[in-house]
């Protein structure tokens, strides 16, 4: 397998482009160089095509937004047949309503809803709505919620924000509610929300989400579940339905268009009026009922609904659990989204994924798998194949000390740790 248009595209881009990406996460550097293509050009159904023409199972979908496929008919038609209408207009369109009507059909915690294009503005405006609601300005989190300062400030990639954002936001950690309860404590009557993942790779324990949720409650604190990750990939009404705990905000985002830019921010009614006109809170923007997202938006739920495709993907993640736990391989999470945690040393990872990209898988070398309603059993087999075969080829090079079978160089360490 060769890679020269890609390598060429990347070298060009070195020189106008930093970081050669538009988000970290796709960057070259997190897969082994010279072995991993670094630029796509189409996807269908299930599958990428680099620009040096491999085709790919991809377990990546564009960083999870790719819910039921690439070139999905029924969401491309109703792109095509919004684009023949208009992309942007001079006043809202009633494809707003119709969405928003949908949402606060599906969702549990949602009675009113806001459209942004990006996931870092939706838990924006979430933490602002919350912020104005309760007078306060803290924040407790747990999870990733995207670039925007009020948040980035805790990642390692802090610089450029100013230093005080830094004292209003806290971090607790996943199913061990003392260290909420610690900043409950030691800021009383300071902290207007607790904006958190719902779930991740570890199930919630002994009640988790239900004790937070009180435990915010009794601190006059405002619940923000963010799923923009878990949003239609749990269940349609979000890991909120699947785990029955209702937050009183929530933001979805990937996975709600199959691929086009768009996100919502939804809630209580007395807490999302906090954007009504004239109550001072600022959230306004001039692409934000652009409607060809609007259109795919409403084609993906609707399909989503009829054609039970969530049911799809989980049957699919179970396949491939099962298939790459009896490999030695071990996954954990949901079968929704599972991960893979065998630790590797860096030159086993690099050799593994050196290895599944010959054989013509994509997954993400954070190991974090997404699947789509068009991956099929046969996908699933094939992908086991392989990685069996990537696997018995990095047990051989460990064994034996021969790791001249590792053609591309060892990764980089990512450009940001989560925080
Ligand atoms: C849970 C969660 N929240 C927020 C974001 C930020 O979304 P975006 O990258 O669209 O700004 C992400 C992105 O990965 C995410 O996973």
């Not at 595209?9 to 072995?35: D, E, N």
């Not at 039921?68 to 491309?76: A, E, K, S, T």
């Not at 609707?302 to 396949?319: A, L």
Request: net charge negative; with cysteine.
């Amino acid at each position: 397998m060769r890679f020269d248009r890609s390598s060429e595209y990347l070298a060009r881009a070195k020189r106008i482009i930093p970081v050669q990406s538009q988000t970290f996460s796709k960057g070259w550097r997190y897969f082994p160089k010279g072995v991993s293509p670094v630029y796509v050009e189409m996807g269908i159904g299930p599958n990428v095509y680099d620009v040096d023409g491999h085709c790919f199972i991809d377990y990546i979908l564009g960083l999870a937004p790719i819910t039921l496929g690439y070139n999905y008919p029924r969401v491309n038609e109703a792109i095509i047949k919004q684009l023949e209408k208009g992309i942007l207009f001079s006043l809202p369109s009633p494809l707003e309503l119709e969405l928003a009507e949908l949402l606060v059909d599906i969702i549990p915690c949602a009675e009113m809803v806001r459209f942004t294009k990006t996931g870092s503005e939706a838990t924006s405006a979430a933490v602002k709505a919350a912020r104005a609601y309760t007078g306060r300005d803290m924040i407790a989190c747990c999870g990733y919620h995207g670039w925007h300062d009020w948040y980035s400030i805790i990642t390692d990639a802090f610089k450029g924000i100013p230093k005080s954002y830094g004292d209003l936001i806290y971090k607790f950690e996943y199913n061990d509610l003392s260290t909420l309860d610690y900043i409950f404590k030691t800021r009383p009557h300071q902290i207007a929300a607790v904006i958190m993942e719902p779930v991740n790779n570890q199930p919630p324990r002994d009640g988790f989400l239900e004790k937070v949720k009180e435990m915010t409650h009794r601190n006059g604190a405002v619940l923000i579940f963010d799923e923009i990750v878990t949003g239609f990939r749990w269940s349609l009404g979000g890991a909120q339905e699947f785990f029955h705990v209702t937050p009183d905000m929530a933001t979805f985002g990937k996975g709600i268009a199959n691929g086009m830019p768009l996100n919502a921010v939804v809630g209580k009614r007395d807490i999302m009026n906090e954007f009504e006109w004239g109550n001072n809170v600022f959230f306004s923007s001039t692409f934000g009922g652009e409607c060809l997202s609007l259109a795919a938006g409403i084609a993906t739920i609707k399909e989503m609904r009829d054609r039970k495709t969530i049911q799809h993907c989980w049957k699919m993640g179970q396949e491939l659990m099962d298939g790459l736990n009896s490999l030695g391989i071990e996954t954990v999470g949901y079968p929704c989204r599972p991960s893979i945690v065998r630790p590797f040393l860096p030159k086993e990872k690099a050799l593994l994924i050196q290895e599944y990209i010959k054989r013509g898988i994509l997954i993400h070398p954070a190991f974090l798998i997404n699947i789509c309603y068009s991956h099929t059993e046969e996908d699933i087999d094939r992908t086991i194949e392989a990685m069996g075969v990537a696997l018995y080829n990095v047990e051989k090079a460990t064994s034996s000390g021969d790791w001249s079978v590792l053609e591309g160089e060892i990764m980089d360490s990512p450009p940001f740790r989560r925080s």
